[in-house]
């Protein structure tokens, strides 16, 4: 089994590294699969659609729409493809759900919906979360070349503020199987950080995930 979940604001350079991880996997001969958290599963496109486009949902209407694409998405591709040989990268997990659904809204009274739901999902091998100012990553949004900025994105830097704290507060009480936490502010970072996840993927490969 390797499963390996990328978390990060906006920003980030999340979707950036998962490529380029993906890529590398790909060389080494490594059968590799990428799944978007929101938007891969059958239902997963018109739930992203509805996310993105429309800002009248309720918070609490978003939150279960994406407990719903999850178990969607994990029933019918991660599952299948942990019965393989294949690696499984995905962006955006439960801790996307938790940092900017639960934790800024206080949705979920001691997040007790967001506890028992969470127990339906597979434990992963890894969690990476990349650290980014919450300030960078909305400026690298509003500058990204052909990009126009979705409901999500066009967001306060205080909820972005509220959303990084969220990860830490999932990232402290959550079962992640290895986590990860990277800076990834320029290239250099990023270099870094592909190695560095490649390592570690190597490692749950040849058994030794210490």
């Given at each position: 089994m390797k499963l390996i979940i990328f978390e990060g604001l906006d920003g980030s350079g999340k979707t950036s590294?998962?490529?380029?991880?993906?890529?590398?996997?790909t060389k080494q001969g490594n059968e590799v699969i990428v799944i978007r958290?929101?938007?891969s599963s059958t239902i997963g496109n018109s739930i992203r659609e509805t996310f993105l486009t429309?800002?009248?949902?309720h918070n609490l209407t978003r939150y279960f729409l994406s407990f719903a694409n999850m178990i969607q998405t994990q029933e019918e591709l991660i599952k299948p493809n942990?019965?393989?040989n294949k690696i499984i990268l995905v962006d955006r997990w439960l801790g996307?759900?938790?940092s900017y659904r639960v934790y800024p809204s206080k949705i979920d009274k001691?997040?007790?919906?967001?506890?028992?739901?969470?127990?339906?999902?597979?434990k992963?091998?890894?969690?990476?979360?990349?650290?980014?100012?919450?300030?960078?990553?909305?400026?690298?949004?509003?500058?990204?070349?052909n990009h126009k900025l979705d409901v999500i994105e066009t967001s306060s830097l205080t909820y972005f503020q509220q959303v990084e704290k969220g990860y830490y507060e999932f990232l402290k009480k959550q079962n992640l199987g290895t986590k990860i936490i990277l800076n990834n502010m320029n290239d250099k970072d990023a270099k870094f950080n592909q190695q560095?996840?490649?390592?570690?993927?190597?490692?749950?490969?040849?058994?030794n995930n210490n």
């Open positions: 590294l998962i490529k380029s991880v993906q890529q590398e996997l958290g929101l938007g429309h800002n009248t949902l942990l019965q393989t996307s759900n938790f001691n997040y007790q919906i967001f506890n028992k739901l969470s127990k339906k999902f597979i992963p091998d890894i969690t990476i979360y990349l650290k980014i100012n919450p300030q960078l990553g909305l400026e690298r949004k509003i500058n990204q070349k560095y996840i490649i390592k570690k993927i190597g490692e749950i490969k040849n058994g």
